[in-house]
């Protein structure tokens, strides 16, 4: 009797300690969390890795730049689960492939309303990706923000820019780079914004996320450069441009010098 009431309350107590499943960050549900490509497996095909690979760095206020090498597009985070992995995820990478391909080989094309709101989900997509090589409390976007991108294939409208432009520099592969900025506002408070900046070839595009000017009327300043040339802005779209096919590339390319630089234009807002 004694043994059986104590085995009894040993069950009830490990059964209160049994600990959680970790919930997927975009589809919410207790599912195991995988590996998930920062940047596409399909993009290998493009590239002759002989001798190159992929450079990449990770960049934050306060801490020195971190920046590593691997042999392929092979970096990975902990960032969604096999469901979203092999399902919406794969199915986004699968619908960008053949928009963003021509621009990785230098060709010129004209993209539409509908490949503008593709490629600008799959970089939004990926910009929310590479924050998982951070720590929980150092990541920029929020569960809604995740669910929606998930959900509907579009960015959310809460202060999400996302520009394409053109690399000819001395990188033959991929050059990221991802920065959680800092940014005080005119009354006292202080909002924070995430870039992510990515050349793959000849294709590059930023993403710059803040949440300040969806709801204030300030003016984010941004450093000087030659940014009307150079970049061509796909989000959020534009009435005047909504019908018209965008013509890539833009008229001037980004140089090793201009690409640094653009990953660290925006240094805050006007007083």
């Not at 009431?5 to 209160?16: G, M």
């Not at 990975?76 to 092999?86: F, L, P, Q, S």
């Not at 409390?137 to 394409?164: A, C």
């Not at 300040?212 to 061509?232: C, F, K, M, Y």
Request: net charge positive.
């Amino acid at each position: 009797m004694c043994h059986a009431a104590l085995n009894d309350r040993i069950r009830r107590n490990s059964t209160l300690t049994t600990p959680t499943k970790t919930r997927c960050p975009f589809c919410e549900k207790p599912n195991k969390i995988t590996n998930e490509h920062v940047v596409g497996r399909w993009l290998r095909k493009h590239f002759d890795f002989r001798g190159k690979g992929v450079r990449n760095t990770f960049s934050r206020i306060g801490q020195s730049e971190r920046s590593w090498n691997t042999r392929y597009f092979d970096q990975k985070v902990k960032a969604a689960c096999h469901r979203c992995n092999n399902g919406w995820m794969a199915r986004l990478e699968q619908g960008v492939e053949p928009l963003i391909t021509p621009m990785i080989r230098g060709e010129h094309i004209g993209i539409g309303r509908d490949g503008r709101a593709v490629i600008s989900a799959w970089a939004i997509k990926t910009a929310m990706v590479v924050e998982y090589a951070e720590k929980p409390d150092k990541r920029y976007f929020t569960q809604s923000e995740r669910s929606l991108i998930m959900h509907n294939f579009v960015p959310s409208g809460t202060g999400i820019r996302i520009w394409i432009g053109r690399y000819q520099g001395s990188f033959n592969g991929a050059i990221g780079s991802a920065s959680f900025l800092l940014v005080p506002r005119t009354d006292g408070v202080t909002d924070s914004a995430h870039t992510l900046t990515l050349a793959v070839g000849q294709f590059v595009t930023q993403v710059f996320a803040e949440r300040l000017t969806a709801h204030h009327s300030e003016v984010l300043n941004v450093r000087d450069g030659p940014w009307q040339e150079t970049l061509i802005p796909i989000w959020p779209p534009k009435p005047a441009t909504d019908e018209v096919a965008l013509i890539w590339p833009p008229p001037l390319a980004l140089t090793d010098d201009t690409f640094a630089a653009l990953g660290d234009r925006f240094v805050g807002v006007d007083s």
